[in-house]
């Protein structure tokens, strides 16, 4: 079966430190790959989605940004944080082809002090 | 623009009572549909989708493209359905889907 792992649960970092949150999938070929942030009573906004190795969609211009170096792996990275990078960070996959329903990580708390 | 409204963020029902949820979205051509929903620690996840016209765990869904809306309906509540739902919308075609803010149903005893 298929099996998402993104880690770490929580971190907190001061402002102008980098950032790297990651994210693997298992058990399925070539998935599409998201990453969200979640903001209480804002929803979930998408920041970047990938359909393949090395290919990148950035939804929201920021100052994050997303790679995706192996067929399940899905990175978060920034190299210098601003307090306005706090937040609660989703992962998730879905089997290849569009319009499919998304599988979520547990998501990682990220505050910035 | 697309774009999906969930106009309720929270929504206290009592057990037993009918529960509606609602969704409109903003769409030009017919979109695929669904509902997430994400209990207490656990992870957000597929509840149920349009193509599907499947019932989970009692509740439905129809897409009125009059109204634009895909409300989520259950005839009885159950103190287990209390959780996070959210409505979002994937473009035909497309690979991202957009999120509602959502809404919190709690389902009193």
């Known amino acids: 079966s298929q099996t998402i792992h993104q880690w770490p649960a929580t971190l907190v970092q001061p402002v102008g430190s980098p950032l790297s949150l990651e994210c693997t999938v298992e058990?399925?070929?070539?998935?599409?790959l998201y990453w969200y942030r979640q903001a209480a009573g804002r929803g979930l906004q998408l920041l970047f989605y990938?359909?393949?190795?090395?290919?990148i969609s950035s939804e929201v211009p920021q100052n994050l940004s997303a790679s995706r170096p192996q067929d399940r792996q899905f990175i978060l990275s920034s190299k210098k944080l601003l307090l306005s990078d706090s937040g609660f960070y989703l992962c998730?996959?879905?089997?290849?082809?569009?319009?499919?329903?998304?599988?979520f990580g547990d998501g990682t708390r990220l505050s910035i002090l | 623009a697309q774009r999906v409204t969930q106009p309720e963020k929270l929504l206290s029902v009592f057990k037993g009572a009918p529960v509606e949820l609602k969704c409109n979205y903003s769409?030009?051509?017919?979109?695929?549909l669904f509902w997430y929903v994400q209990y207490s620690r656990q992870r957000l996840q597929l509840l149920l989708r349009?193509?599907s016209r499947e019932s989970i765990k009692g509740f439905t869904a129809d897409l009125n493209k009059g109204e634009t809306s895909f409300h989520l309906k259950k005839p009885f509540a159950q103190e287990e359905d209390s959780a996070m739902y959210y409505c979002a919308l994937s473009p035909v075609g497309g690979f991202k889907t957009i999120f509602g803010a959502g809404t919190r149903l709690f389902v009193k005893a």
């Open positions: 058990g399925t070929s070539n998935p599409n």
């Open positions: 769409y030009s051509g017919s979109p695929e």
């Open positions: 349009h193509i």
């Open positions: 990938s359909v393949g190795i090395g290919q």
């Open positions: 998730a996959w879905s089997v290849v082809g569009s319009n499919q329903p998304q599988h």
